[in-house]
């Protein structure tokens, strides 16, 4: 029966969401609250959306590198193409 008591993922990640506290009652889907329990993010590769404003596409090319930060980490840089 304890096996019950486990959440297993397909795929390794970090917990970005948690909807419910340890410890509370958790019934079967459709019964009660339709939000999931969490929400897991994998974080080998992310996607990463800015607006270029159409005066500056000349200047960029597929593929091209990036590199960027983020505020929550402002002292290091991240680096994509």
């Not at 397909?10 to 970005?16: A, E, H, K, L, R």
């Not at 593929?63 to 002292?75: A, D, E, K, W």
Request: glycine residues 8%.
């Amino acid at each position: 029966m304890e096996q019950y008591l486990q959440l297993r993922a397909p795929f390794d990640g970090i917990v970005t969401i948690r909807n419910v506290d340890p410890g509370a009652y958790v019934g079967p889907a459709g019964k009660g609250s339709e939000q999931p329990l969490i929400t897991l993010q994998e974080q080998r590769r992310l996607r990463l959306k800015v607006s270029i404003p159409e005066a500056n596409l000349p200047f960029i090319n597929a593929g091209q590198p990036v590199t960027f930060m983020v505020r929550s980490m402002p002292q290091k840089l991240y680096n994509g193409k």
